[in-house]
């Protein structure tokens, strides 16, 4: 089973500036199968980014996603309100989920 | 608009069986590429996959929930379900459905699209 380790665990920023969140994974993985989700309070979490870059469906361009083998990064170009919240990494493999234990971005 | 909605009750007592549906509107659950996923989200945030029913009925889950689990799907309802087995307070949690988005043609992957709004489940006597 792939372990996804994120950091930090919190990322202390102020609004208009640059997010970059990090997701690492215990072995290789396709770029194909890592997504990113954002979870606000008392909300499901909402998918952000599928395939390791692809924005999904409403998602503002200021989310960005990358990486490849064992690292992939979350990059919010500049922070809005509505964008302090949790978000998760997610990779996808032998039929099953496997999810990081999340990083919070507050407002500083 | 595809929409997702958990139902079920919020309190089971230990040892007993939680049970939860998850409505589908807006769409056939028959139709696409989809798997019907149960995911929770433990008081201390962590996500965890539970498993997945497709609209076939087959189906795959957490090897460490599996002995306790069953999923089925109800196409003439548009509904899937979950029954957790012998449950105890550690599986308190909120409980999530989602659609995920695969085609099995391709390999392509598309995330969980679409999520429910969680329903709370404590396991207390």
């Known amino acids: 089973e792939v372990v996804l380790t994120q950091s930090p665990g919190t990322l202390s920023l102020s609004l208009g500036e640059r997010a970059t969140l990090s997701c690492r994974a215990s072995?290789?993985?396709?770029?194909?199968?890592l997504a990113w989700y954002q979870q606000k309070p008392g909300q499901a979490p909402r998918l952000l980014i599928y395939g390791t870059s692809s924005r999904a469906t409403g998602i503002p361009h200021r989310f960005s996603g990358s990486g490849s083998g064992t690292d992939f990064t979350l990059t919010i170009s500049r922070l809005e309100p509505e964008d302090f919240a949790v978000y998760y990494c997610?990779?996808?493999?032998?039929?099953?989920?496997?999810f990081g234990q999340g990083t919070k971005v507050e407002i500083k | 608009q595809v929409q997702l909605q958990e139902s079920g009750p919020g309190l089971v007592k230990p040892s007993q069986t939680l049970s939860l549906i998850c409505t589908v509107s807006g769409d056939s659950i028959s139709t696409g590429n989809y798997f019907w996923t149960w995911i929770r989200q433990y008081p201390g945030k962590g996500l965890e996959w539970i498993g997945y029913i497709y609209h076939s009925g087959s189906t795959d889950y957490n090897p460490s929930l599996k002995s306790r689990i069953t999923m089925s799907v109800d196409t003439s309802k548009n509904q899937f379900s979950l029954k957790l087995r012998s449950v105890t307070a550690a599986d308190t949690a909120v409980y999530y459905c989602?659609?995920?988005?695969?085609?099995?043609?391709?390999?392509?992957?598309?995330?969980?699209?679409?999520w429910g709004q969680g329903t709370t489940v404590t396991v207390s006597s």
């Open positions: 072995r290789s993985l396709s770029t194909t199968y």
């Open positions: 989602a659609r995920e988005s695969y085609d099995i043609l391709t390999a392509a992957y598309y995330g969980l699209d679409v």
């Open positions: 997610q990779h996808y493999g032998n039929s099953r989920s496997t």
